[in-house]
């Protein structure tokens, strides 16, 4: 299989993001091998039709790590476990070890044969819980890659929880619930939760090239370092994703580490994401922006995004970055986060037609005046989604919306304005005009 080498070069990551990029258009279904995983099937079974499935989930990886060509696993409801460590002296070593072009889809009926619906999670777990032996290290890994231009790696349908990467004596420090190092990555409709990090990353950790994720949800995931729900060193592209109730030293809900992505083409973006009651103990309650201090050249958009009732125990409760990033922050609300300097974000970031709650909102320097609003978004109590009265509704800016790279609607064509919201309602509905944050209000 693929052996590691060093990803650092900015210069090659910008000319290898771009082809896998061009790579993601590409038929996913050529050379594509079909293996079925059913618990509750009898032993012995070759995992190519769901009479004769493989009844555990490690037996599906290993044929796909020898076969030619991708290969998309289909999982029947239920709760799986990994039970082959990559150490036999380390048992919570095991992990669901993924080879290039493997795609990992939850939540099949093995009877009817038929797939789960879109967004959904709930059916299938991928559990970290390894009994006696306590957690394992990592639920999900995946790579080193040592060719950049290997088949993407999937995951769809699934829960990913109980992983706890704290073992610093061998280095697995990062990514408890999927450690991902190399190659791309493609995330529908998962959900991580309740996994932690000593490291980076206590739901992902991602350093390769380009993440795309979309519907996803982060709850209840911890690191002491950066990124309680993800910690990635990538291009990003997060959309309608939910992130709540995670931890970390800086960036309670995810980081994005810019230090290694120096080209200016290379963004960061974090489009129609809801982020609510997460925590850092310095910076960044809910995103946190890294890079090298003072000097950080990466590249960072927050688009029409809900960041609500997050904290921070240094700086910036809702979003921290370096005032020399190029960033901004655009159609998106801020409100009720709360940390001892700057409550929602450092003011000499650029932001443009947001409702902010910081007073003298449209003067700060880097923001827009007068686009920006310091006004109750009146957001519903769970949902976060703006009242009929709210000020949020039909005052955002089209031009802001970007390009649905990861297919929001599942039509095929990512070089559509977004069309979509978090819950996956149309993106602009009641005028012309798209509302601001994450959440558009239907007729």
């Known amino acids: 299989m693929a052996t590691h080498c060093s990803f650092r070069s900015a210069s090659l990551r910008f000319a290898l993001t771009l082809a896998s990029s061009l790579a993601l258009c590409a038929d996913y279904s050529r050379a594509q091998n079909v293996w079925h995983v059913n618990r509750a099937a009898p032993p012995g079974g070759d995992g190519l039709s769901w009479a004769s499935a493989f009844d555990s989930l490690d037996l599906a990886l290993a044929a796909a790590a020898q076969s030619v060509g991708t290969d998309d696993v289909r999982i029947a409801r239920g709760v799986y476990t990994p039970s082959t460590p990559t150490d036999p002296s380390r048992p919570r070593s095991a992990t669901f070890q993924l080879a290039p072009g493997t795609h990992l889809q939850g939540g099949w009926n093995a009877v009817t044969n038929q797939p789960p619906p879109a967004g959904y999670w709930n059916g299938t777990t991928l559990s970290g819980d390894l009994g006696a032996v306590g957690r394992a290290l990592h639920v999900v890994t995946a790579g080193p890659f040592g060719d950049p231009l290997d088949p993407e790696i999937r995951l769809s349908n699934l829960v990913v929880r109980g992983g706890n990467a704290n073992d610093a004596t061998s280095g697995d420090v990062n990514g408890g619930g999927l450690l991902q190092i190399g190659g791309s990555l493609r ?32 709850s209840g995931n911890a690191a002491q370092g950066a990124g309680g729900g993800m910690y990635t060193r990538a291009e990003v592209r997060c959309f309608n994703t939910i992130f709540v109730g995670n931890v970390a030293a800086t960036g309670g809900a995810a980081a994005a580490d810019a230090s290694v992505l120096p080209q200016p083409s290379i963004l960061q973006r974090f489009v129609g994401c809801r982020f609510k009651s ?3 103990l310095n910076f960044g309650g809910a995103l946190a922006f890294t890079g090298f201090p003072g000097l950080d050249t990466g590249r960072y958009r927050v688009i029409n995004c809900t960041l609500v009732g997050n904290s921070a125990g240094v700086q910036s409760g809702a979003l921290h970055a370096n005032v020399s990033a190029d960033g901004r922050t655009l159609n998106s609300v801020l409100w009720g986060n709360s940390a001892p300097l700057d409550p929602e974000l450092p003011p000499g970031l650029l932001v443009d037609t947001c409702i902010v709650a910081m007073p003298g909102a449209t003067t700060y320097p880097g923001w827009l005046s007068p686009s920006n609003f310091n006004s109750d978004p009146l957001l519903t109590p769970n949902l976060l989604i703006g009242s009929l009265f709210s000020p949020c509704i039909d005052v955002g800016r089209n031009s802001h919306l970007p390009l649905d790279y990861p297919d929001t609607d599942g039509n095929g064509v990512g070089n559509e304005t977004l069309p979509a919201d978090c819950l996956r309602a149309p993106r602009i509905s009641t005028s012309l005009v798209v509302d601001i944050g994450a959440h558009e209000l239907q007729p």
């Open 187 to 218: 995330i529908d409709s998962v959900h991580f939760a309740n996994n932690s990090a000593v490291g980076n990353g206590g739901g992902l950790f991602f350093d390769g090239f380009p993440l795309h994720m979309k519907y996803s949800r982060f």
């Open 278 to 280: 997460n925590s850092a």
